[in-house]
């Protein structure tokens, strides 16, 4: 008879996509139990600016957009369902933004994208410079145009991957806090994981979902992957004006005006190793894309300036699948962990139970790929 007191699965991560990959599992059936060295949400997860977007991105066009697509019905589906389970408000809205043109040849640029948006069926609207400054009359004097995408949404990520570990609790799972750098293993089969306490938890399977640090070599017995951290900044303003009702944003810059009033402004792509400290010079770099886009921003009184770490592989795709007997990592979603959470814990999910996920995983997500 089994015993009832040991865990089905050990999740190895506290993010969102162990969280979701942990409460999918005991949603099942399974005695679940998640391991977090920190606390829940306390890197990427907790300081992502928590949009969910299915336009752009890194396999997108490509083996990503229909995860994407199914991701935000996936969202729209059970994030009501979550909140009513947990009283949490997870913040999840339909979020207007505009990709914002600064110049003639940029505004092609969007026009000959608007094609392929068009006949993925997604809403959106080209807008000139009298429509732009109409909506937003505080953007800079010399865009000359945009496109507003009505497709968006957004959610709040720290309140969301809290939620997700509520009501996995609720399920019956536990979280436990400690630090895992060791799999356990019976011959070639993963049976656990040991703990830097010296405690070995046994359990039928393992998930790595511990971001970055899955590629470090930080647990003994995991192969090595090809998942490093990225370093994302974020700057919070207050900024009490009446402009500024969309997302904007012109590349890497964006300028968005959250629910709470605060104006967040980003973000940067930083190969920086594991230093989450936020630095002058990214502020520097993201104020000047910020004012760029809105010179009103000038006025404003930062609040907040974060910094953190995002798991991306070297392809840019997400990383999923069996490294061995027992053991699955669900990994490498870059900026696009809070859409792709879900999608991706039904995989995990599928590779476990044989429970068909509701959209099929890409092959170029195999963990395979890499090993």
């Not at 999740?11 to 979701?20: L, N, Q, S, T």
């Not at 399974?30 to 396999?59: C, K, M, Q």
């Not at 697509?69 to 999840?92: A, C, F, V």
């Not at 998930?207 to 998942?227: F, K, N, Q, T």
Request: glycine share 12%.
């Amino acid at each position: 008879m089994r015993d009832l007191r040991l865990p089905d699965a050990v999740v190895v991560g506290g993010g969102v996509i162990g969280c979701a990959c942990a409460l999918k599992l005991a949603e099942g059936g399974l005695n679940v139990t998640l391991v977090e060295r920190d606390a829940i949400a306390s890197h990427a997860s907790g300081n992502a600016y928590g949009g969910l977007y299915a336009s752009f991105g890194p396999g997108i066009p490509g083996p990503t957009l229909p995860v994407a697509l199914r991701s935000i019905e996936l969202h729209r589906e059970l994030d009501p369902q979550l909140q009513d389970e947990t009283g949490i408000d997870i913040g999840l809205r339909q979020a207007p933004s505009i990709d914002l043109a600064l110049t003639q040849e940029a505004m092609i640029e969007l026009f000959d994208r608007s094609a392929w948006w068009a006949a993925q069926g997604f809403d959106f609207e080209m807008l000139d410079q009298r429509h732009l400054r109409e909506i937003e009359p505080g953007i800079a004097p010399d865009a000359v145009g945009g496109v507003l995408h009505n497709s968006h949404y957004e959610i709040d990520s720290y309140r969301f991957a809290l939620a997700l570990a509520t009501a996995f609790e609720r399920q019956g799972g536990q979280i436990r806090a400690g630090a895992v750098n060791g799999l356990s293993r019976d011959g070639d089969r993963v049976t656990g994981v040991a703990l830097q306490s010296g405690e070995e938890l046994a359990a039928g399977t393992v998930v790595i979902a511990s971001g970055p640090w899955a590629g470090e070599g930080e647990i003994d017995g995991l192969p090595d992957l090809p998942v490093r951290p990225v370093k994302g900044e974020i700057i919070r303003l207050r900024y009490p004006e009446a402009d500024i009702s969309h997302r904007i944003a012109v590349a890497r810059s964006y300028v968005a005006r959250k629910p709470d009033g605060l104006v967040w402004i980003g973000t940067t792509d930083e190969e920086a190793g594991f230093d989450e400290t936020a630095t002058v010079a990214a502020r520097d770099r993201i104020m000047a894309g910020a004012l760029a886009i809105a010179p009103g921003l000038e006025s404003a009184e930062i609040v907040e300036h974060t910094a953190c770490l995002r798991p991306t592989s070297v392809d840019g795709l997400p990383v999923v699948g069996a490294v061995a007997d027992g053991a699955i990592v669900a990994n490498g979603m870059g900026s696009k962990g809070i859409l792709l959470s879900h999608a991706v814990a039904e995989f995990v999910r599928e590779i476990v139970t044989g429970e068909e996920a509701s959209v099929a995983m890409p092959a170029e997500y195999d963990v395979g790929r890499f090993l």
